[in-house]
């Protein structure tokens, strides 16, 4: 933890990953120094918006860390940043990235993250992993993956954004895209190991979604989650190279019978499948060029603009939906698994059930709110 | 729709699909009548039970419909009816049977509900369809079709489910399969035409969820609904007879393939594909005694009870979360849209939007609650 307070700096050196800056000290310093004087370990608002502007990268790593604080005076510096920046966001193509373990999706970001770097490209890496701890577990934790792609300039890499629940690591993601954006990086990868919710999260924050998938045939595609092909607008083959290239040649021909399974899509666009190799660099020009075909595509037809306005509305709802629902199981907490116990062994039916619990939470909410307007 | 309210005695003929019994008078009887005499049309609650326990045609009518209805001292009626036969319920095999249109699913319906009858079984046939009205475009609302099966003493048919919401549809579906089960039916089909979220619903209620499918190959499978196959717990080709075994055969072989995708399930079943003709009557014994082996194995290792558990509960959760997504789209209706707008234009963050909204929520319940304090 120590460690973490002092890398404030390590960005200057090109061999590190940044991690946040503002680990939170051991004690707490508002409650020590209460009313003497008030620490603020931050820049403020205007710095750090002029920081992200400029493209500072110590000032974009705070303005992330900020964003990711649940602390409320935290949430009301991080609200102004953003709304300060949202004119300079969205200029970007946002990808998603995402894959069974073992495909080598490090491997492939760096191969590919080079590539567009060389191209011209600002690109900043993101992930969202929910379920690892920051610095144990986090998929861009190893520091000594991206290696490459982390001494270049051009290149931002962010390890997991941290929240307690789906909806935060969500918030999180999104908002972080967004200063990243106005700091000027055009081409996003947004990482996920798929655990779990992931990559519905991921999915429903980018403009493409690609699917890595190991040169194989059906065996591997059994350890898909069910539904991730349906989701993807692109899938990648990786490790294309040497022995493996006929049998990448085999699982494509089989991820394309599957494919075609699928009904045709709105928007007019067919999923490509691509063979890659991070060691030969075999498919990564293509890919670049695809991603721009597409993006070509779909702006022309409106389709891009119309998905990033559906999942902005998504993801107002997401939040609108989650706290309505923290805020009822909280609320019902003490009756919840007594009632859903009569459901279960199967002697109330379960709108019965939900009935008794929504007259709960009306009467608890009433009496909340009494309380409080008697106070 | 005076036709329908003389139709209570119609079941004593053979040769009519029954639709619900009590449509509402022009008038509202305890408008007009109040406080001279209390009008009612149905049997109390004590009837309807004992009714339903006795497997009385009429009676079970009238309690299906008595849960359809939304005013107030019905729910209440309806609620004593459903706590009553609860013991008695959960006693049978849970079908829903889904498909494209002009799969042939009156007809699958027809010749393997027959089938069931002839082995013994109590069937009774529902249907979900949450676009149709009653009486016109309901899929069993045809009178004509299903003719051998709805003369059949041991075969009950119930037209679409009615309701507003999907929710709504769900429930009163859920509350029918309780009823009808409790006046003995063992077998029931639950039909779905498939229209919006209405192969979840079914799927959520049933403990066989079956897709049929046409004799043809990749071409018809194009026309599925996205993530219609990975519900499936069997599927069967239809209408393979005469010129069309070859192409159920191929369409068979492909469906297998494409199953080979997905994950290997946790209950460790292995989804099949069958081939049957109503014509011929080929498969119809297969897949009868399939029906059987699958009851049997998922009930051996505890599955059947899991998923009827585990779907107990998400109707629970689903209800409230229904209630309370509509409460608060109810209450912050008038300024939701501006709201959505600044979203959509991107001049909010959606995460920014929501707390707005909620904002707004809670402060209208506040003045709501208070309102109803001082009246």
Known sequence: MKDDLDQEKTDESALHVMDGVDAPPALNPDLTFRSRVKIRRRPD???????VRRGDRVLLSQAITLIESERPEDRET??????????????????GITGVPGVGKSTFI???????????????????????????????GDKTRMELLSRERNAYIRPTASGATLGGVARHTRETILLVEAAGFDRILIETVGVGQSEVIVHSMVDFFMLLSLPGAGDELQG????????????????ADGDNIPRAKIAAADLNRALHLFPAREDGWTVPVRL???????????LASLLEGYTEQMT??????????????????????????????RTVAARREEIAGHVES??????????RLIELYHEELRSRISNSDNA
């Open 224 to 239: 898909m989650k069910r539904g991730i092909m349906e989701m993807a607008d692109g899938i990648v083959i990786t490790k």
């Open 110 to 140: 760096e191969s590919f993250g080079l590539h567009l770097v060389e191209g011209g490209h600002k690109l900043a890496v993101l992930a969202v992993d929910p379920s690892s701890e920051r610095s144990h577990g986090s998929i861009l």
């Open 346 to 355: 199967g002697a109330i039916n379960p709108f019965e059930a939900a009935e």
């Open 78 to 95: 991080a609200a102004q940043v953003l709304e300060a920046v949202m004119p300079e966001a969205g200029r970007s193509l946002r990808i």
């Open 300 to 329: 022309e037809k409106g389709f891009f603009a119309d998905r990033r306005r559906r999942q902005a509305l998504f993801w107002m709802q997401q939040a609108i939906d989650e706290h309505l629902k923290q805020d009822f199981e």
């Open 45 to 51: 608002a205007a710095a750090l918006i002029d920081g």
């Open 276 to 286: 890659t190799s991070a060691m030969t660099g075999e498919g990564l020009v293509e």
